[in-house]
């Protein structure tokens, strides 16, 4: 059974992995700026640090709290698709 937990597991990262290097690529295209976001545990006690792996491995936890913002100052509108209406 713990095989297959493992399996499932190794599956899912790298099911997370495809969707990062795709959502990498759209951020891309559409110009947005990657930016760092440090997570800490809120509410009592010291101010921590979250991790998103087991290992804490610099590489991936960089990977995974990215945010891509729009750089601009107006609002967000890719080119092509024109401005929005309403």
């Known amino acids: ?9 190794s599956l899912n990262l790298i099911r997370l992995s495809r969707v990062l ?9 559409l110009r ?9 545990r809120w509410g009592k006690g010291p101010k921590m640090r979250l991790r998103f792996t087991k290992n804490a491995d610099p590489k991936l936890e960089e990977a ?3 945010h891509y913002v ?7 509108c890719p080119s092509g698709l024109g401005r929005p209406t309403g």
């Open 64 to 66: 995974y709290s990215r």
């Open 1 to 9: 059974m713990t095989h297959l937990v493992r399996k499932s597991q």
């Open 21 to 29: 290097r795709i959502l990498r690529f759209h951020a891309h295209d």
């Open 32 to 40: 947005l700026v990657p930016s760092l976001t440090t997570y800490v």
């Open 70 to 76: 729009w750089p601009g100052k107006g609002s967000f």
